[in-house]
């Protein structure tokens, strides 16, 4: 099997590709049209992607490394062949893109972008500042020279995308008693850290200097940690209704945790339950409120304190308090009952009995059940 090198020309990504017919339809989704050199001549052809469950498509004018194989019809044409590529090659060693102009010439381009290519080809690194070079990368791929690649560290496995996402299998990095990165201020060198990140922060308009990842700066990011302390600054640290034991900062933990961070989070559950499970405590804290929306609310604990931890005034039973109002209702209208009839020395009371009446008519419309709530119930 021998490896040449092209450059892409087109890849086919859909059916409104020009060569969606010609390489299979959607059997050939993947394909790229390529250009290659051979001595004084120029040859043309297509190259189908040589994994199946690893995507990694090329750019137009990204160089490939292209090798010929059997085709699928090998079972009626042993000597048939068709050309396959794997990744692009990293020209650049940037995870955005690996686009050339060309690979045969660049009379059409200014010698601004003469001089970054021909200095790059000569060793120097690629250390592009302005909007860009102009170069063909496709119908919707816009080259972004601020986005800066992720920085490495001994022992690390990453996967970077073209646009600032990345996930790094990594580790506590310290040398010399010195932390080489922002994770790596606690814990022992080795001590295992998943860092998932989709953009990257404010880091700088050069593109070219590798960047760590920044939990308060990135759009959205996952960290699974073992030992780490991250320096992550939620937007509400308000633990006030703890009475003791009171969470550790966010910023201070260096345990093995979960932290999710973004400008927005959406926990969805289509067919069962969210299940939070805490072997401490469930703090929800909030710079605004915390809203409870739902057809039914059950709480079930010991004690609940409404208004403060320290809360010390017991709230009333509503059966309870009905039927010991119900109870005083009866003998106070008894006692206006006697009242109305009452004497002295064989003559009636006659303040009595003017009001008597009123009074019994006032009691006697008082309903207690209109004092306990329809929807809301403790024990």
């Known amino acids: 099997m021998n490896f040449e090198t092209a450059i892409v020309d087109d890849i086919v990504l859909d059916d409104s590709s020009k060569y969606f017919g010609r390489v299979g339809g959607y059997d050939g989704i993947g394909t790229v049209s390529f250009r290659k050199s051979k001595g004084l001549f120029k040859s043309r052809g297509f190259a189908k992607p040589y994994f199946s469950n690893f995507v990694n498509y090329p750019l137009k004018n990204e160089v490939i490394y292209i090798f010929s194989l059997p085709t699928p019809e090998i079972q009626s044409n042993s000597y048939g062949e068709t050309y396959y590529y794997i990744a692009p090659i990293n020209i650049w060693n940037n995870p955005h893109h690996n686009g050339l102009p060309t690979v045969f010439s660049n009379e059409d381009l200014p010698d601004s972008q003469k001089r970054d290519y021909q200095q790059t080809s000569a060793g120097s690194a690629r250390q592009v500042s302005d909007t860009g070079n102009g170069i063909d990368l ?130 969805n559950s289509s067919t069962d339950h969210i299940l939070l499970s805490s072997a401490k405590s469930i703090s929800l804290s909030s710079n605004s409120t915390v809203n409870i929306d739902s057809s039914k609310v059950i709480m079930q604990t010991q004690n609940v304190y409404l208004g403060s931890k320290n809360a010390s005034e017991p709230l009333v039973l509503g059966d309870t308090t009905a039927v010991l109002l119900k109870e005083v209702i009866d003998i106070l209208q008894e006692l206006v009952e006697a009242s109305a009839i009452a004497s002295n020395g064989g003559g009636s009371i006659l303040s009595f009995q003017q009001v008597a009446p009123s009074l019994l008519t006032r009691i006697q419309n008082l309903d207690t059940s209109q004092i306990k709530s329809k929807y809301n119930y403790t024990v």
């Open 138 to 267: 496709g119908a919707s791929f816009v080259e972004r020279t601020s986005l800066k690649p992720v920085k490495k560290f001994e022992g690390d496995v990453i996967i970077e995308g073209r646009l600032g996402n990345s996930i790094r299998l990594g580790s506590t990095n310290i040398a010399n008693n010195n932390p080489l990165n922002n994770w790596s201020v606690d814990g022992n060198s080795g001590d295992p850290i998943t860092i998932i990140r989709n953009g990257q922060g404010d880091t700088g308009s050069v593109g070219f200097l590798p960047t760590e990842e920044d939990v308060n700066q990135d759009p959205s990011s996952i960290y699974l940690t073992t030992t780490q302390k991250i320096n992550v600054e939620p937007s509400s640290t308000n633990y006030f209704s703890y009475k003791e034991e009171a969470p550790t900062l966010p910023k201070d933990y260096n345990k093995k945790q979960v932290i999710i961070s973004s400008g927005r989070l959406l926990f």
